[in-house]
């Protein structure tokens, strides 16, 4: 345990190399990058000029606890450089996130990012993601829709818990569902785009757009949210306050496939239209 900790702690260390002065700086959510924020907070304890845009509440309350100054995208639209963790690290990479439950946000942080690091131990690099259950955002009253569609593609799925046995709900009020995958074939991409095509799903955590440099399936989402968009629509006169808020979610999609639309394919590991994707892991 003490190796990994190690590790997590010289990988946060590292990704501290990628900010400079007058940043706008994304704040991932989990246990390495609790680290890298307690780091940046020592740094600008001593000076460094940054702002931060959280990808949690945890994050939002760590940050300003150390005196990092806090902002929101509707002060900033575009972040610099995001820092954020990975619970696999496959090939390409292809990640999987989302473990803590805040992969909705996290996503949309590393999609508003000029360029996003990923920071892990060697223990999160895998040949095959699938090892841990691939978590799904859903909107609690169609979790039954997705979760038929899941098993329609091979997949089980289980609302995720808390100890106490009561459902864990996300920042934005909707479930997750934990899935158990296997080892994730090389169709990948096609299996996320298929699963964000479901019209109550949030988001998957599959990060294959995000941090592998292939092309985002932008005609697919936005197909998927002029349906979401239609029955959205036809729910106001039947459920008034389930329509608003579907509505509302609705915009926050948009922006991610605003958002999406500044990545371009290629080689990984390169800047492309002001966007870079790379990884830290550290032995």
Same mark, same amino acid.
């Given at each position: 345990?003490?190796?990994?900790?190690?590790?997590?702690?010289? /990988?946060?260390?590292?990704?501290?190399?990628?900010?400079?002065?007058?940043?706008?700086?994304? $704040?991932?959510?989990?246990?390495?990058?609790?680290?890298?924020?307690?780091? $940046?907070?020592?740094?600008?304890?001593?000076? &460094?000029?940054?702002?931060?845009?959280?990808?949690?509440?945890?994050?939002?309350?760590?940050?300003?606890?150390?005196?990092?100054?806090?902002?929101?995208?509707?002060?900033?639209?575009?972040?610099?450089? /995001?820092?954020?963790?990975?619970?696999?690290?496959?090939?390409?990479?292809?990640?999987?996130?989302?473990?803590?439950?805040? $992969? &909705?946000?996290?996503?949309?942080?590393?999609?508003?990012?000029?360029?996003?690091?990923?920071?892990?131990?060697?223990?999160?690099?895998?040949?095959?993601?699938?090892?841990?259950?691939?978590?799904?955002?859903?909107?609690?009253?169609?979790?039954?829709?997705?979760?038929?569609?899941?098993?329609?593609?091979?997949?089980?799925?289980?609302?995720?818990?808390?100890?106490?046995?009561?459902?864990?709900?996300?920042?934005?009020?909707? &479930?997750?569902?934990?899935?158990?995958?296997?080892?994730?074939?090389?169709?990948?991409? /096609?299996?996320?785009?298929?699963?964000?095509?479901?019209?109550?799903?949030?988001?998957?955590? &599959?990060?294959?757009?995000?941090?592998?440099?292939?092309?985002?399936?932008?005609?697919?989402?936005?197909?998927?949210?002029?349906?979401?968009?239609?029955?959205?629509?036809?729910?106001?006169?039947?459920?008034?306050?389930?329509?608003?808020?579907?509505?509302?979610?609705?915009?926050? @999609?948009?922006?991610?496939?605003?958002?999406?639309?500044?990545?371009?394919?290629?080689?990984?590991?390169?800047?492309?239209?002001? @966007?870079?994707?790379?990884?830290?892991?550290?032995?």
């Amino acid at each position: 345990m003490r190796c990994i900790d190690d590790a997590k702690e010289l /990988a946060a260390k590292k990704s501290l190399d990628f900010i400079e002065d007058g940043m706008v700086v994304g $704040l991932g959510t989990g246990s390495t990058a609790t680290r890298f924020i307690k780091l $940046l907070g020592e740094r600008v304890k001593r000076g &460094l000029k940054i702002r931060a845009i959280p990808s949690s509440n945890a994050s939002k309350e760590l940050a300003e606890s150390l005196s990092i100054p806090v902002i929101d995208f509707q002060r900033c639209p575009e972040i610099d450089v /995001a820092i954020d963790g990975a619970d696999e690290i496959a090939p390409g990479l292809a990640l999987i996130k989302g473990g803590g439950g805040a $992969l &909705l946000h996290e996503k949309i942080v590393a999609n508003a990012s000029k360029r996003f690091i990923v920071i892990a131990d060697s223990s999160k690099v895998v040949t095959r993601l699938g090892k841990v259950p691939l978590p799904v955002e859903v909107i609690p009253i169609a979790s039954p829709l997705v979760a038929r569609k899941l098993m329609q593609m091979g997949i089980r799925s289980s609302i995720r818990r808390l100890n106490t046995g009561s459902d864990f709900i996300t920042e934005e009020g909707n &479930l997750i569902l934990d899935c158990d995958c296997g080892e994730i074939q090389p169709a990948v991409e /096609a299996a996320a785009v298929d699963l964000d095509r479901t019209v109550a799903t949030t988001l998957n955590a &599959l990060e294959i757009q995000v941090a592998g440099g292939s092309e985002p399936a932008v005609p697919e989402l936005e197909h998927a949210l002029n349906a979401f968009e239609r029955s959205v629509v036809g729910m106001n006169a039947l459920d008034e306050p389930a329509a608003v808020h579907l509505a509302e979610r609705l915009a926050l @999609y948009r922006t991610l496939v605003g958002a999406v639309k500044k990545i371009s394919p290629g080689p990984i590991s390169a800047v492309q239209d002001g @966007y870079e994707a790379r990884v830290l892991a550290t032995e």
